[in-house]
């Protein structure tokens, strides 16, 4: 089945540890995304990626950091700079980067920094 | 910020349609009107999206007005399943996700 993964589902970290959440899709898309929802609110774009090797910062991009070294794959790296990272993190890909095009998202990742 | 307003919550009986308004009375003429759902704790779902025309796919009905300033997202037989945040969205340069409509399913 065609779809994307996130992993681990919870993660628990220790303040000041960066850490790294995984996203991987196997739907050939070309473009990316991760957003972070807090309880009761929307979701805010954090960065996205059109084509392998390059990716934008969205709104609230700092003490974030993304890589896109494979085009099904796009980790986010939440560092020890982020003021506030606990929070649950969604990816999502399209077909492209134009906004015309549905996004299907993963199941998320919960990150709780204690 | 989102270009679209929606009821905080909304109570629909099982069975029922449950019929969810929205307004965009800013929405240019080429933006597209989307609707997404979230049940809780899961990444959103794309539900339906259109342009001017009404448009029904398995899952919903898409009402707008002619003058596009507002739209309506038809569930026809509401299930308790779909109990979720329901999120309409106005596509211009990038998708921004405002805090929805709380749709509870009453049985």
């Known amino acids: 089945d065609g779809g994307i993964t996130q992993s681990p589902k919870y993660l628990f970290r220790k303040e000041g540890q960066n850490v790294t959440l995984s996203c991987e899709q196997n739907l050939n898309h070309d473009a990316m995304y991760w957003y972070r929802q807090d309880p009761g609110q929307g979701l805010r774009l954090i960065y996205y990626?059109?084509?392998?090797?390059?990716?934008q910062k969205g709104d609230i991009a700092e003490g974030y950091s993304v890589s896109r070294e494979k085009k099904e794959s796009f980790p986010l790296t939440v560092t020890s700079a982020q003021k506030n990272p606990t929070a649950f993190y969604l990816c999502?890909?399209?077909?492209?980067?134009?906004?015309?095009?549905?996004?299907?998202f993963g199941p998320g990742t919960r990150l709780t920094v204690l | 910020d989102a270009k679209t307003t929606q009821p905080t919550s909304m109570d629909c009986a099982e069975g029922r349609a449950a019929n969810l308004p929205c307004n965009h009375s800013?929405?240019?003429?080429?933006?597209?009107v989307y609707w997404y759902r979230q049940i809780h704790s899961q990444g959103p779902q794309y539900i339906i999206h259109?342009?001017?025309n009404n448009e029904t796919n398995e899952m919903a009905s898409l009402i707008i007005t002619e003058d596009r300033k507002s739209s309506t997202l038809i569930l026809p037989h509401a299930t308790l399943r779909d109990t979720a945040v329901y999120y309409c969205?106005?596509?211009?340069?990038?998708?921004?996700f405002g805090k929805g409509t709380r749709l509870h399913i009453l049985p």
């Open positions: 990626s059109q084509i392998v090797n390059d990716f």
């Open positions: 969205i106005v596509i211009d340069d990038k998708i921004i």
């Open positions: 999502a890909s399209s077909i492209g980067l134009a906004v015309s095009y549905e996004q299907f």
């Open positions: 800013t929405i240019s003429g080429n933006e597209y």
């Open positions: 259109g342009l001017k």
